[in-house]
């Protein structure tokens, strides 16, 4: 639970670093999602989510 609880502080860390340094950017990244196809979001969505599988299961091993 710990690791859990780490990870989402990470997670929120990272966002919000990036809404506070650039928030025109992260605005229009919005913009683009909002404008993409369910598919297109889905496809990413599956492959960062293999991504950070990976990079979690790389490190702990």
Do not use: H
Not at 4 to 33: D, H, N, S, W
Not at 50 to 59: H, K, N, P
């Amino acid at each position: 639970m710990t690791d859990f609880v780490t990870a989402l502080g990470l997670v929120l860390v990272i966002e919000g670093a990036f809404y506070a340094m650039v928030p025109t950017v992260a605005k229009m990244m919005m913009r683009q999602g909002i404008a993409a196809s369910d598919t297109l979001l889905r496809g990413c969505g599956l492959v960062a989510l293999a991504v950070g599988v990976s990079i979690v299961w790389l490190a702990r091993n």
